[in-house]
């Protein structure tokens, strides 16, 4: 009772809530050093000021698009009968490269394609017969239409109407002429269509163009098995051409305004170990392509030399050279100070920074142009890389310890 008449008085009141709220700072402060000790003392490194070669690249990745792989397809369904060629082998456009016994599948579509030929052909011939008929009545036309222009005074109104009747009929023979042309050109594209669809039906598959066989992925005794609602195909061999490879990467909105056709790149595939290639920018797309709000932009890259490693499809990255300077002195970024729109350095043994004059620069070095002199030893700030442990969680001991901080995510 004494000690709720105590909670009464105003003044008690006060004092009792400064106690509990020391406390609990105390309580707080025990568990939190308990937890995790973190050294707010900053590590000073050491670094020269160096003179080389520095390039600023924009990084991104893509595939490889071709390789200079040309894939030889059938439409057919059959038992693969005989193939004709080995890995390695050169041939020719139209060379027979397997035959395919075809089973009642394969007979009815090419029995249906060439019956299609047929129609285009017949269409076709049709058409061009027409094409005479009507190139006969447009000769007319125009001589009638002569005629009526060197004789026609245009002077009544008979000789008016005469001259337009003339005019006109010229004009709609000629129209139906070269309407009657333009479709000859399209039955010409159909008729060419449907042969190639009966060629794809044929049991004898043939290269399409000249070239190294590079694979043969059926053999004897195979059987192949395509849609024919769907008109699909199957892949049976792979002719490979001479010609450097070409990737496609894709480069972010805040990037792209820096590529430019002829710049050179650095690619390297996961695939093929230790191996630097060197390529050129062909392509740019700057249409793009969106998703989920990202823009990006495809760019072409072709390979300055060709390599049987390089296969389609591939992920590769590559470094496109923005700009490059040889024989130039740089620093680590990490090491570049701002101060008050100034670029500075701290350099080694002067209580106060330096100013400086910079010029390119990426993520991982900066050219100094003037402000220091190669050799000059200049310090790189940089966190603890101890201190930052905990006892809550054993995985956190595998994360990174230090990190350097400098301009534009310098790391």
């Avoid at 005479?132 to 009526?148: G, K, M, P, S, Y």
């Avoid at 590559?318 to 670029?343: C, F, H, W």
């Amino acid at each position: 009772m004494k000690f709720m008449k105590l909670l009464k008085n105003k003044k008690v009141k006060i004092v009792f809530g400064i106690i509990l709220l020391v406390g609990g700072y105390l309580l707080y402060r025990h568990y939190s050093d308990k937890n995790q000790t973190v050294s707010e003392e900053q590590i000073n490194i050491p670094v020269e000021v160096k003179r080389g070669n520095i390039k600023e690249t924009v990084s991104a990745s893509g595939q490889i698009e071709t390789a200079n792989y040309l894939a030889v397809t059938t439409s057919v369904n059959g038992i693969v009968k005989k193939v004709f060629v080995s890995e390695g082998d050169v041939v020719t456009k139209g060379q027979s490269i397997m035959e395919i016994t075809l089973n009642s599948d394969g007979e009815e579509s090419r029995a249906s394609a060439w019956a299609s030929y047929l129609s285009a052909k017949s269409s076709l011939e049709s058409a061009k017969n027409q094409l005479i008929t009507l190139e006969t009545a447009l000769i007319n036309a125009e001589e009638d239409f002569e005629d009526e222009k060197e004789q026609n005074s245009y002077q009544t109104h008979d000789e008016r109407i005469a001259y337009t009747l003339a005019e006109n009929a010229w004009e709609v023979a000629k129209f139906n002429y070269d309407s009657q042309e333009d479709s000859i050109a399209q039955k010409q594209i159909a008729l060419n269509k449907a042969w190639l669809t009966y060629q794809a039906q044929s049991p004898t598959i043939v290269a399409p163009s000249s070239g190294t066989i590079a694979n043969i992925v059926v053999v004897e005794g195979m059987e192949i098995t395509n849609s024919l609602s769907e008109r699909t195909s199957s892949t049976v061999a792979s002719i490979r051409n001479e010609g450097s490879p070409i990737a496609s990467v894709n480069i972010s909105e805040v990037d792209i305004n820096k590529i430019e056709v002829g710049q050179k790149a650095e690619l390297t595939l996961n695939s093929i170990k230790d191996t630097i290639f060197t390529g050129m920018v062909v392509g740019i797309d700057k249409i793009g392509v969106s998703s989920s709000g990202v823009s990006n932009y495809p760019v072409i890259i072709k390979f300055d030399e060709n390599s049987d490693e390089v296969l389609p499809n591939m992920g590769v990255d590559a470094d496109i050279i923005i700009q490059e300077k040889e024989n130039v002195l740089y620093v680590p970024s990490a090491a570049i100070l701002s101060m008050r729109g100034n670029t500075m350095l701290r350099v080694n043994g002067q209580e106060r920074p330096v100013q400086v004059e910079t010029g390119i620069s990426t993520n991982d070095y900066t050219e100094i142009i003037s402000g220091v002199e190669e050799g000059t030893e200049i310090l790189m700030t940089t966190l603890p890389t101890n201190g930052f442990t905990s006892t809550s969680d054993s995985n956190e001991q595998d994360r990174p310890r230090g990190v350097f901080f400098g301009p534009g995510g310098g790391r």
